[in-house]
């Protein structure tokens, strides 16, 4: 059944994760971008993505995302939601095949956020305000969700930036949703962040609890 933007939205927003991994690989969401109903075809290296397809991470994704959000407020849980979906969007554009025969996907991450913003400021009279903070922070969480799998091998001024910002908390619980779709579990993103608290502490915001040891 297609839909149509407000449809699918509602969709996204209120369904489970399976019900919307269907929709994906229905074409449902394809009212949002045309490259929804691609990702099922858009495979990924099983050393790092043993789950499978970019549509069925995309899918686990927001089952974790669902439920490490169900006692956060309800703005926080749209911004992950939307997060999660759109976070490997920019795969289906980005990929390519490397000389070992393995698929890369290099500068996805801001190619999804690009790809969100075209959806949701051209179908949102607010959306290209730049004052609004809603969609600036889902597109940031968006671009920078990569940066989490490689904090602790940043530089210190590079790590505070990033975590020094206020929607950082949600930017760590995408990192442990994005892990735990591909592997079911989380253990990096933890232990590479701690290293990277100790690594940029004299940069570190003290006023903020996310940045306490």
């Given at each position: 059944?297609?839909?149509?933007?407000?449809?699918?939205?509602?969709?996204?927003l209120t369904e489970d994760a399976s019900t919307?991994?269907?929709?994906?690989?229905?074409?449902?969401?394809?009212?949002?971008?045309?490259?929804?109903?691609?990702?099922q075809f858009t495979r990924q290296p099983i050393?790092?993505?043993?789950?499978?397809?970019?549509?069925?991470?995309?899918?686990?994704?927001?089952?974790?995302?669902?439920?490490?959000?169900?006692?956060?407020?309800?703005?926080?849980?749209?911004?992950?939601?939307?997060?999660?979906?759109?976070?490997?969007?920019?795969?289906?554009?980005?990929?390519?095949?490397?000389?070992?025969?393995?698929?890369?996907?290099?500068?996805?991450?801001?190619?999804?956020?690009?790809?969100?913003?075209?959806v949701f400021y051209a179908n949102d009279p607010?959306?290209?305000?730049?004052?609004?903070?809603?969609?600036?922070?889902?597109?940031?969480?968006?671009?920078?969700?990569?940066?989490?799998?490689?904090?602790?091998?940043?530089?210190?001024?590079?790590?505070?930036?990033?975590?020094?910002?206020?929607?950082?908390?949600?930017?760590?619980?995408?990192?442990?949703?994005?892990?735990?779709?591909?592997?079911?579990?989380?253990?990096?993103?933890?232990?590479?962040?701690?290293?990277?608290?100790?690594?940029?502490?004299?940069?570190?915001?003290?006023?903020?609890?996310?940045?306490?040891?």
């Open positions: 059944m297609r839909t149509g933007f407000k449809d699918a939205l509602r969709l996204v919307i991994g269907k929709a994906i690989n229905q074409g449902d969401l394809d009212v949002l971008h045309p490259d929804f109903s691609k990702m050393r790092w993505h043993p789950e499978g397809d970019v549509a069925k991470h995309t899918e686990l994704v927001l089952l974790s995302a669902i439920k490490h959000t169900r006692v956060t407020i309800f703005q926080h849980q749209v911004m992950l939601r939307l997060a999660a979906l759109f976070h490997d969007l920019g795969k289906v554009a980005t990929f390519r095949t490397k000389e070992d025969g393995q698929p890369s996907f290099y500068g996805h991450e801001k190619v999804s956020g690009k790809q969100f913003k075209e607010l959306g290209d305000d730049p004052l609004n903070q809603f969609y600036k922070t889902i597109t940031w969480l968006i671009e920078n969700h990569m940066r989490m799998h490689i904090i602790d091998k940043m530089r210190s001024v590079k790590i505070a930036e990033l975590v020094n910002n206020p929607f950082f908390p949600l930017l760590y619980v995408l990192a442990v949703c994005d892990e735990e779709g591909r592997f079911g579990k989380h253990t990096s993103v933890g232990l590479k962040y701690k290293t990277a608290l100790e690594k940029a502490k004299n940069d570190l915001d003290p006023n903020l609890r996310w940045t306490q040891i």
